[in-house]
């Protein structure tokens, strides 16, 4: 397979599933801010910080106020982690090489990205936000299933799932760590009964509540839910569910023995690891080297099979 294609295939699977997550942050942020007290919403800014795109953001806006997030999360061409931005990249990267992948996949592909861009100000709404961001979700778990079911099993699919579970695996830990140092002013503001509140939320960002119920047989609370998103063996979005579905995929390319090596010892960890036990600060930092981990399995990828930079 050329270099130019898997990478672009790589990319599209990044990308898609970027605007996807991006898209279940907003909505169940909204859905927290529906289930607390009058009065009482949740906190943006860590958002903004789960994306890494601090900087950025307060170069341009003077507050972290909801409206201000809402616009450079979804549709902000500035800031290269939007919605709009990721799906873009996507039907770039999908534009290059549509003589890969199924027609009607190209197809979903365009389509998605126009109407994100043509329905955005549904999205800015308060009262248009749930549907707006529900199509997003739908719309890319559609095309996942389109290309599982359409497109052929081969390198070219792999390097989809590459992009697609890195991305995800990256995506459950930064979530994690931006909601485990809290979203909610806790200490001060007397709101210590709805802390179970925000742990619901983290399950909903990933569409994880049910099936952590079904898992875990037990009520919400921290420590399972640590356990459950680290160490699920069965639930789509749990680290290690994509550490196992990034391993199975590199093995079906060659030149792959660095990367599994990395994947090996950051899964070996996490499931040595006592999470559920683990505070705010030594849990943050256990993540860093998740995702440190994370970005050395991309590099690896990249030197293995794709063009170096120009």
Known sequence: MLSRVAENIYWVGRYLERAENTARLLAANATLHLDLPRGITPAWEPLIAMAGTQDLFEAQH???SEPEVIRFMLGSEQNPSSILS???????NARTIRDYMPREAWELINKHHLDAGERVEEGLS???RHEYLKRIILTTQTLNGMLAGTMN????YHFLLLGRNIERADMTTRI???RTDGLLPLENSGLQAFETLQWVSLLRSLSA?????RSMQARVRRGDVLLFLFQSADFPRSIRHNLCNIERSLKTLPNHESAIRILYQVKSRILST?????QCTPLHHFIDQVQIALDRVHDEISNAWFLPPH
């Open 62 to 64: 003077s507050d972290y």
């Open 86 to 92: 990721s799906l873009r990249a996507a039907r770039e």
């Open 126 to 128: 308060k009262r248009g």
């Open 153 to 156: 099993h081969d390198q070219g």
């Open 176 to 178: 994690i760590d931006v």
């Open 209 to 213: 509540y049910q099936m952590y119920r």
């Open 274 to 278: 006592p999470v559920e036990k683990m």
